[in-house]
């Protein structure tokens, strides 16, 4: 098996671990129907519309 030639420094260590707890923004996007904001390739869950699609019926 390989193996390393030197040691990794700890910065080096920590730097590359740092990336895991990295956070980020869910995508929101505007419903193509009724404009509200939800979460990327979701059924919408104002109107219930995905695609141009009724999916789930809505009670008005």
Known sequence: MAVPKRKQS???TNL???QNSKMTAPTMVKCQRC???NLA???C???GFY???EIV???D
Do not use: L, N, Q, T
Request: proline share 0%; aromatic share 4%.
């Open 10 to 12: 700890h910065s080096r």
């Open 16 to 18: 590359r671990r740092s």
């Open 35 to 37: 404009g509200e904001y």
């Open 41 to 43: 390739h979701r059924v």
């Open 45 to 47: 869950s104002a109107c």
């Open 51 to 53: 695609g141009g699609k």
């Open 57 to 59: 019926k809505k009670a």
